[in-house]
Structures are given as C-alpha cells and as structure tokens.
C-alpha cells in the first residue's frame, strides 16, 4: 500500500523512519522479502504489475494473490470463502470444553477426506450459505456448533472482495467463475501458489505414528489440536499454512 502512493523514497525502510510509531528493522526485511518472494515487488522494492494489483485487494498479499488465481483458474468460490475465513476467524464455536468432540467431528464431517482445513472451511460456508437461503440457517450452526455472527462477517467480506475484482476487471461472466470449483486438487494447488512460502515439508513420528512440518534439522511444527489433520497419517509430502502458533513450551504448531 505505501508503494501505491508513489512517495518520493526509493526504499521502504527510509519511509518508515518518518512514522510516529516505526516497525523495527527485521518486521520491515521480513515484510519487504515476502513481498518480492511473492512477486509484489522487484528487487528494487518497486511494485510490479501483481504487486499493484493486490494493492487494490483489501486482503493480505498471499491471500490476494490466491484470490487472482482463482479468478484465471475458475474456482473463484471456494478460495474466496478460504481467504474471507482466514481473514476473519474460525466460525466453528466451543462453548463447552468437555464438548470438543463435537467440533472435531464437524470438522471432519465438512472437510469430506481432503485433508485440508482449508477446504473443510469452504465447504463449511458453501453449505451455510445453502442453508440460508433455504431459511435453515439457524438450526444448521446449531447443529454443527457455528457463530452465526461470524459467518455473517465471512459473507460480507466475500462481497466486499467480489466487488475490488470487478473493479479491477479480472472477475469473468458469472456462469464462467466456478467452471473449475469442485476440482480439489486444483483449489490445493491454488491455495499452496497463495501461501509460498508457507510451506513446509511433512514429516513422519513412526513410534507415535503421526506427521508435523519438518522446519530444519530436528525441528518439528505440530498440528494444532483444532485442524482436522491433527493425529493423522497425512498423503501429501507439503502442507501449506497462513498462521503459526507458539505455546508456553515453545512448541510450534499449524
């Protein structure tokens, strides 16, 4: 966004120098290295084409950029709900702690075998939205455990993104935009395209008999409790993330 402004400073960091509260110097490198490894900037830190596009997205890059690739793949649907879920939360609500099962088996229930929380959240909002304009959206997140509330705010980021992509004219006729929408393993490439460099390669704990993101030698990024993947054996030799979490033992997971 600033280098959309075309201010007179050839690097970034110079112009972040001259904000009251300025980010330190490694938020600043990390921030300006993903840009270029996505190909928002050049190695000049100018903006390219992509980069000038995303900019006009009210989304994180990476999730921008999924987004625009769902648009010239034709399964501009599902992403959008993805990126509008990881955008704002996780719809799914634990109102009992005892009661986590019902979530875990939700969750499971909508991911269909793709071993993907990323796909189990665009079924989850493909079939709320079903649900409400057959006026039986209430008794479905009560059955399934869902805030209302936040799918609410899911809905109207996806309408807020529809409408950035027409303005920027990439969006297609309407019978044309999810030609390619239930092909799965298009959607995890397109969501794997999004996320680089968030990917990591799978490994394998053969005593306890579960995978993890290997992230260098001897180190290991769990599965979050709450992923549909957790205590799995998973197919695929990378899994993609958007957020990483640490807890008080210094463990990180997905």
């Known amino acids: 966004s600033i280098k959309s402004l075309s201010l007179p400073f050839v690097k970034i960091e110079a112009f972040m120098q001259y904000l009251v509260e300025a980010p330190n110097a490694t938020s600043i490198n990390d921030a300006i290295y993903l840009l270029t490894e996505i190909g928002a900037l050049d190695s000049s830190e100018n903006l390219t084409p992509l980069g000038a596009m995303l900019s006009r997205i009210p989304l994180h890059p990476q999730l921008g950029k999924m987004v625009l690739m769902a648009c010239f793949f034709k399964c501009l649907d599902p992403?959008?709900?993805?990126?509008?879920v990881l955008?704002?939360?996780?719809?799914?609500?634990?109102?009992?702690?005892?009661?986590?099962?019902?979530?875990?088996?939700?969750?499971?229930?909508?991911?269909?075998?793709?071993f993907s929380d990323h796909i189990m959240f665009a079924n989850v909002v493909h079939q709320w939205e079903k649900a409400y304009e057959s006026g039986n959206n209430g008794r479905f997140c009560a059955k399934h455990n869902?805030?209302?509330?936040?799918?609410?705010?899911?809905?109207?980021?996806?309408?807020?993104i529809l409408q950035r992509l027409d303005n920027l004219q990439v969006l297609g006729d309407k019978k044309s935009r999810n030609l390619n929408s239930k092909n799965e393993n298009l959607l995890k490439g397109i969501i794997a395209y999004g996320?680089?460099?968030?990917?990591?390669?799978k490994g394998y704990d053969p005593k306890n008999r579960f995978s993890f993101l290997t992230d260098g030698p001897r180190k290991r990024i769990y599965i979050n409790q709450k992923s549909v993947n957790?205590?799995?054996?998973?197919?695929?030799?990378?899994?993609?993330?958007?957020?990483?979490?640490?807890?008080?033992?210094?463990?990180l997971s997905v």
């Open 146 to 160: 869902l805030n209302e509330r936040v799918l609410d705010g899911i809905y109207k980021i996806k309408g807020e």
């Open 79 to 84: 992403i959008i709900a993805i990126v509008s």
């Open 195 to 201: 996320l680089y460099p968030l990917i990591k390669l």
């Open 230 to 251: 957790k205590d799995k054996i998973l197919p695929d030799p990378y899994v993609a993330y958007f957020i990483i979490r640490g807890n008080k033992k210094g463990n």
């Open 87 to 114: 955008n704002e939360k996780d719809p799914f609500q634990l109102k009992a702690f005892k009661k986590r099962y019902l979530l875990d088996r939700a969750g499971l229930e909508f991911a269909r075998n793709s």
